[in-house]
């Protein structure tokens, strides 16, 4: 069961949803559009290694919008910080975004329940095209849960990205062991 826009806000005035900032304005039928924050990063090194902490560098979105390429793995993060305390959060892309060719996450969207956080974004491209900050990226849609809890994701000890954070976040895969 997906909530619907009212269901959206009486969670937000029960605070087991958190949206910030939140604009009404961007509530959808039955999502919550987000927004591109100021930061990016990139990779430093060409080549990644799934075992070893791969270092990232940050940049500022400058005002006329930065050009993406495609072949270039960029980490974006969401303007909004959101806390879910009930529901299984889900991270979408938009149409809008979609038709320029713009992929705003490489294959997860889903949150976990008690995620508070921004959400780091893992963007590419399917050919150059310019990104603002604060331009639409994507919306939230939130799912009902089956079951009681055991652990609340910002009560796991080994919750990767549970740092409160306004830039992108590098994979943290490292810290498995495998
Ligand atoms: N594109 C995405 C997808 C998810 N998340 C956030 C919300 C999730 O609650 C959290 C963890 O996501 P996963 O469970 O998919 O990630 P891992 O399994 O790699 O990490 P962990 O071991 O911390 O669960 O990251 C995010 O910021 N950006």
Known sequence: MILSDKRILEEIDRGTIIIEPFDPGCLGTNSYDVHLGKYLATYTDRVLDA???NKIQHFEIPKDGFVLQPGTL???VTLEYTETHAHVPFLEGKSSTGRLGIDIHATAGKGDVGFCNTWTLEISCAQPVRIYA????GQLIYFAVEGDIEKMYNA????KYSNKTTKPVESMMWKNTF
Do not use: Q
């Open 134 to 137: 604060g331009m639409p990226i």
């Open 74 to 76: 960029y980490l974006g």
């Open 156 to 159: 796991k000890d080994d919750a």
């Open 51 to 53: 075992r070893a902490h």
